[in-house]
């Protein structure tokens, strides 16, 4: 096709990928039913949709995760059966999953070879990769240390040695399963022109996310499931953030949090002078102060990393502090237990649901009970109510529109966004004097994040106290009534929402002083 453009030739070429009436079903629940869908070749094609939509089940049918219960994949037009990931990686699919799978101890190079290796001779399959590594990283720009061990490396270069493991493997057509969950919004930027630079080699890219300011950004063309449906398909161009997002959810919705002027009260929480030391003797929190006073959104602002974490952490019991500490005048002991917290009216939902929220294989009902086992609804006498607490678990999730409905599911086969709204369920509904709540939206689709951040305005308004902790600076501006930032440990400054905007945040989060910023 002589002379022909590279937008005409993507659109007359046959599909890089085509589903075909895709089914599948765990038990009672149906995931996916009958979709269809093509991706065209050099492109980035968005799929989005609430939590538990489906999108993750369907694109580990595509990788071989899950074999379809009914349909077919086609592979650049060809009839193609993928009964596991090594049949996916064959016909040039990669997949770069949320939750990195990567081993810890190992280099970035032998991370890349893992599975990969040209026979027993490692040195040779190392001296090979090396050398390709070297001009992957050349030719996209993923800068990453082939000799650096992987836990010591931030979650940004992580994701880049998963890109690169996909790469090295001839991918040809990448999947990313909600690439930046876990990124700040600096490593958000890199990786979209990285991913830029991949479609102008004409690599296609499936990009699952819920996030619809990346969407309109970086998208060619998005496809909306809701309830394990197709609902659309429309080029990027041709939509507006309120259109998908009224797609995704089936009603509309507000992009933006409706809430009154705060009517702030007394202080609740108090901090002097709060220094933590890491495990390793580094500072992490540098003598901050700070005041949360009943009533009102306390956000902090921050690249993850500087401190936020820790400040979370000793104010919800999990790790020890020195400084003054006081909960409604009372003084408290900046090395108590999560108990002793709770016990003065603190409920805290941490930056990690997976690690430090839930235990993943337990049930729903067990879940709700963590930290709360003796709260008298759950007793009876000397032992535990089950039945009560299961009650307890259904009525909440109705509440908070847990999907599915089911208290004796296991945490781990809920969607990310319903994990959250599990442990949000069990924190808000203590009706605390004081909520820590670390990035409360982290991986949770557009319905999922305004009911939360509806919750935690209405506890606000019943006059509870809260800190929140969040990379997001959207949520932070537009969720808080005073904004502190964090930069090396340290309170760079404090801002109120209408008087400063994320260039000004940005500044403050990179290390300037409040007077230069």
């Not at 306390?298 to 909960?327: H, P, T, Y």
């Not at 003084?331 to 930056?351: N, T």
């Amino acid at each position: 096709m002589t002379g022909a453009t590279l937008s005409e030739r993507r659109e007359t070429a046959a599909p890089a990928i085509e589903l075909k009436g895709i089914s599948k079903a765990f038990g009672p629940v149906q995931a996916n039913r009958d979709i269809s869908i093509r991706v065209m070749p050099g492109t980035i094609h968005g799929i989005i949709g609430e939590n538990g939509a489906g999108k993750s089940t369907l694109m580990s049918i595509l990788y071989g995760f899950y074999k379809a219960d009914r349909g077919e994949i086609f592979i650049k037009g060809r009839k193609t059966e993928i009964p596991d990931s090594q049949a996916a990686i064959s016909a040039g699919i990669g997949m770069v999953f949320q939750h990195f799978k990567l081993v810890e101890n190992f280099t970035v190079l032998e991370n890349i070879i893992l599975g990969a290796e040209d026979g027993a001779l490692l040195n040779r399959s190392m001296a090979k990769a090396r050398t390709e590594l070297v001009q992957l990283e050349r030719e996209y720009g993923l800068n990453v240390d082939p000799d650096a061990v992987i836990e010591e490396i931030g979650v940004g270069k992580q994701q880049r040695v998963e890109i690169l493991k996909a790469l090295y493997r001839r991918a040809e057509i990448l999947i990313l399963d909600e690439p930046t969950g876990v990124l700040t919004p600096a490593e958000a930027d890199q990786l979209f022109r990285v991913l830029g630079r991949l479609r102008a080699e004409g690599k296609t890219i499936i990009l699952i996310t819920h996030k619809l300011r990346e969407i309109m950004e970086i998208t060619d063309t998005v496809s909306v499931m809701r309830r394990g449906e197709m609902t659309a398909t429309v080029k990027t161009a041709e939509t507006s953030p309120e259109q998908l997002a009224e797609l995704m959810v089936g009603r509309k919705v507000l992009l933006r949090v409706d809430k009154a002027p705060a009517k702030p009260g007394a202080p609740v929480l108090e901090v002097e002078n709060l220094r933590v030391v890491d495990e390793a003797g580094v500072e992490r929190v540098k003598g901050i102060s700070l005041n949360v006073r009943a009533g009102e959104i306390l956000g902090i602002a921050g690249v993850a990393g500087n401190g936020q974490s820790e400040l979370l952490e000793v104010l919800g019991g999990m790790r020890s502090g020195r400084g003054v500490l006081r909960m409604r005048g009372q003084v408290m002991d900046p090395g108590a237990d999560g108990k002793a917290r709770r016990a003065m009216g603190i409920a805290h939902v941490p930056e990690d649901r997976q690690r430090e929220g839930l235990i993943m294989g337990f049930h729903a009902w067990e879940n709700v009970a963590f930290g709360y086992h003796d709260d008298a609804r759950y007793r009876s006498g000397m032992f535990m109510n089950n039945r009560a607490l299961r009650e307890d678990t259904a009525a909440k999730m109705e509440r908070f529109d847990v999907r599915p409905p089911d208290p004796w599911l296991a945490a781990k086969n809920f969607s990310g966004g319903n994990q959250q709204k599990i442990v949000v369920a069990r924190e808000i509904e203590q009706n605390p004097a004081l909520l820590l709540v670390g990035q409360p939206t982290r991986g949770v689709d557009i319905g999922a994040i305004e009911f939360i951040h509806k919750q935690i305005v209405a506890l606000r308004d019943a006059g509870a106290a809260v800190l929140l902790v969040s990379v997001e600076l959207d949520e932070i501006l537009s969720l808080s009534d005073r904004i502190a930032v964090m930069f090396d440990g340290r309170i760079m400054g404090e801002r109120l929402p209408g008087q400063t905007d994320e260039t000004e945040l940005g500044l403050l989060m990179a290390g300037m002083s409040e007077a230069a910023a």
